[in-house]
């Protein structure tokens, strides 16, 4: 399925590198021994570094597999996600387009890593409690892998999501929010099923998945170098780790001399990460209020994003749905229609600021048709007589030539 | 903004290629000369063909920009369209998913070209009439070029595709199908807007835009070569000729041996380019009956398809939407969520079933995301209760383990 072998080689602990677990089977609820009821650490991969070839950053290939050398087995079929394009802002700021993935966002570089997980570890299903982009993504990973897929998912989300999340042939479920956490343990334990969301109190995930974004960080530095900085949408942190390590990783092989600033973008809502750096804790949990970025609208936040955060020297920004709107309509007076949660990245740059040397890149992690609203209406007809097409174009500001 | 200079020198009319004309401005309405009110002769692009690099087809480069030689001069801004997958399916067959692009379809390499085309002719805004793909992708190259944009839409669009439609920035103006033309007219002339849908009685459409399209062709090549066939949604058969048109100039070139026998798939309940080719005529009007792959359902077929299925060998078919949602499905089990007009390549494919030897392409033009039905509903909540759950996987063929 990939071009060269994984030299993956184990799990370790976030909490502590010296603990290590085998590489199989993937941990499900982070790490086991570090892990209390009052905090959970993460795992992620470690590689056989020494066995990288020189040429790692310049080999052909294409999407994931390029990069399969420093990525978890990939024992799920492609979809030929990855390889999306930068698309030049001007003023030295290119956006990471993510919705140009097979479902149109970022988490298929995450799910063609959480469904290996699961064919390597046997089951005969997957189980997800998600309401959006990860969901679908799963659903559709694991249909081409021939597994069966479980989407724990809500009544309430935007109409054109509801039939994406139920395009690929998953059994989608809405249930309360609440309802999920339980009845995923439940699919897990009665069904053998393997878990491509959450299982602990503060986020864990999955130990394969966020291994998948390291393939961004590959793919900016192979076509533009090393940038001054990063800005990424943060939900759970997930992306943001994975874009850290990637880049951590490049530098660390001696590939590149130097690592860009990573500035998490959370909505200003809630944005659990930031509260967690500023009460100088791994994970907390704060009140949620309202917002149409649903997709990044997290409680709590993981250790993950602390731990980025630290390594690049980066900081953690709060933006509220204006800037969020205006960032968006920036990007659509472009040509580029993403989601509201998608626009955070620019929305961050746009809000702090920073004065930072070289290119920055914004990750717009999705599609527009995402959005809350999309699809909830259609368009009202218009007169055509000319006078009334003319009232229109110049209320438009379009005046004859 | 791209990385060869063009080498194309003149349009040409496709009813007599000896008759060109000068290559600016591009011709909006056909070939004059050989067009009447009985029969519309589309034009397109000649090249300086001795002068293209004998590496044309695998020297670096991303999208469309990697083929500037064989393009007309790509004066409007990337989105970073092209460069979309080739997802193996199994048995020989490839899914050229155009999903991919910057608005997730095919269209974005059309429109690339004709916003070109627009710019080199000192226009101030385009104005499209299209109520799907072309008309979004047409706003969203206008807008990152700077252009104004009015688009000539329906009041009968799917939901999501009318957010999708009026998130470029464009003056989106629903009025009825039989309007749409002479005031596509009118704003032309009054307004010095520049055209980017058709205007003659049969379509000859933009002479720019199709050019785009060769770019599936070269990108086919230089990942798998040649391939025996190549299936193709159709509707106007701008891409089917200009996938053709690809494949051509490979081979005069001498890059490759041979062309793919292209076969163009249209809706069975209207079907013009079949109709033209069992009548033996250049083009023809057909009843259109009801079909939801509104995005290929056309009354007029253009010359274009006929010489494109002549030239490589092909064979018109037509599919019914029974078939169509067959052929919608197998993708989606496969993890692809398309258009239901998308998936009439792979329809054609399946209808046909004819020998071909070495790999066949299907192209699938767009997401699921415009398709009719999409946005229109939510889902309804399940009880959360472990047995109902047990119930609803059960009927879903899901047991425990």
Same mark, same amino acid.
């Given at each position: 399925?990939?071009?060269?072998?994984?030299?993956?080689?184990?799990?370790?602990?976030?909490?502590?590198?010296?603990?290590?677990?085998?590489?199989?089977?993937?941990?499900?609820?982070?790490?086991?021994?570090?892990?209390? #009821?009052?905090?959970?650490?993460?795992?992620?991969?470690?590689?056989?570094?020494?066995?990288?070839?020189?040429?790692?950053?310049?080999?052909?290939?294409?999407?994931?597999?390029? &990069?399969?050398?420093?990525?978890?087995?990939?024992?799920?079929?492609?979809?030929?996600?990855?390889?999306?394009?930068?698309?030049?802002?001007?003023?030295?700021?290119?956006?990471?387009?993510?919705?140009?993935?097979?479902?149109?966002?970022?988490?298929?570089?995450?799910?063609?890593?959480?469904?290996?997980?699961?064919?390597?570890?046997?089951?005969?299903?997957?189980?997800?409690?998600?309401?959006?982009?990860?969901?679908?993504?799963?659903?559709?990973?694991?249909?081409?892998?021939?597994?069966?897929?479980?989407?724990?998912?809500?009544?309430?989300?935007?109409?054109?999501?509801?039939?994406?999340?139920?395009?690929?042939?998953?059994?989608?479920?809405?249930?309360?929010?609440?309802?999920? &956490?339980?009845?995923?343990?439940?699919?897990?334990?009665?069904?053998?099923?393997?878990?491509?969301?959450?299982?602990?109190?503060?986020?864990?995930?999955?130990?394969?998945?966020?291994?998948?974004?390291?393939?961004?960080?590959?793919?900016?530095?192979?076509?533009?170098?090393?940038?001054?900085?990063?800005?990424?949408?943060?939900?759970?942190?997930?992306?943001?780790?994975?874009?850290?390590?990637?880049?951590?990783?490049?530098?660390?092989?001696?590939?590149?001399?130097?690592?860009?600033?990573?500035?998490?973008?959370?909505?200003?809502?809630?944005?659990?990460?930031?509260?967690?750096?500023?009460?100088?804790?791994?994970?907390?949990?704060?009140?949620?209020?309202?917002?149409?970025?649903?997709?990044?609208?997290?409680?709590?936040?993981?250790?993950?994003?602390?731990?980025?955060?630290?390594?690049?020297?980066?900081?953690?920004?709060?933006?509220?749905?204006?800037?969020?709107?205006?960032?968006?309509?920036?990007?659509?007076?472009?040509?580029?229609?993403?989601?509201?949660?998608?626009?955070?990245?620019?929305?961050?740059?746009?809000?702090? #600021?920073?004065?930072?040397?070289?290119?920055?890149?914004?990750?717009?992690?999705?599609?527009?048709?995402?959005?809350?609203? !999309?699809?909830?209406?259609?368009?009202?007809? !218009?007169?055509?007589? &000319?006078?009334?097409?003319?009232?229109?174009?110049?209320?438009?500001?379009?005046?004859?030539?």
């Amino acid at each position: 399925m990939s071009d060269t072998a994984s030299l993956a080689q184990a799990q370790r602990s976030l909490a502590d590198p010296d603990i290590r677990y085998p590489l199989w089977p993937p941990l499900i609820r982070g790490c086991p021994r570090t892990s209390s #009821a009052d905090m959970s650490y993460p795992v992620d991969v470690e590689y056989d570094y020494a066995q990288v070839p020189a040429d790692f950053l310049t080999r052909a290939g294409s999407g994931l597999d390029r &990069w399969s050398a420093l990525l978890p087995p990939l024992l799920a079929p492609s979809l030929g996600e990855g390889g999306t394009p930068l698309v030049d802002l001007g003023e030295g700021v290119y956006l990471k387009d993510e919705s140009r993935n097979p479902t149109w966002s970022h988490k298929d570089r995450l799910n063609r890593c959480t469904v290996s997980a699961a064919l390597g570890a046997g089951a005969p299903g997957i189980v997800v409690a998600s309401s959006g982009n990860h969901g679908a993504s799963a659903a559709a990973y694991a249909a081409r892998a021939g597994l069966r897929c479980v989407v724990l998912g809500s009544a309430g989300l935007p109409p054109a999501v509801a039939s994406f999340l139920s395009a690929y042939g998953a059994v989608v479920l809405p249930v309360p929010a609440e309802e999920r &956490w339980p009845l995923t343990e439940r699919i897990v334990e009665e069904f053998g099923y393997f878990p491509v969301s959450n299982l602990t109190p503060f986020h864990t995930g999955s130990s394969f998945g966020p291994e998948g974004y390291k393939t961004v960080a590959y793919e900016i530095v192979a076509e533009l170098g090393v940038p001054g900085a990063v800005f990424v949408p943060t939900g759970y942190g997930e992306l943001l780790f994975g874009i850290g390590k990637g880049f951590a990783e490049l530098r660390e092989l001696g590939l590149t001399d130097r690592v860009p600033r990573l500035y998490s973008c959370e909505p200003r809502t809630g944005g659990p990460l930031a509260a967690a750096v500023r009460q100088g804790v791994p994970a907390t949990r704060v009140p949620v209020g309202a917002t149409d970025a649903y997709g990044i609208d997290c409680p709590v936040n993981s250790y993950r994003g602390v731990l980025a955060l630290e390594r690049s020297g980066g900081d953690p920004l709060l933006v509220d749905d204006a800037q969020l709107k205006a960032a968006q309509s920036e990007l659509a007076a472009q040509g580029l229609w993403c989601e509201l949660s998608a626009a955070a990245g620019l929305a961050g740059l746009r809000a702090a #600021a920073p004065e930072v040397e070289g290119p920055v890149v914004c990750v717009a992690t999705s599609s527009g048709f995402k959005d809350v609203g !999309v699809g909830g209406h259609g368009l009202a007809p !218009v007169d055509p007589a &000319w006078e009334s097409v003319l009232g229109r174009l110049s209320a438009a500001g379009i005046r004859p030539a």
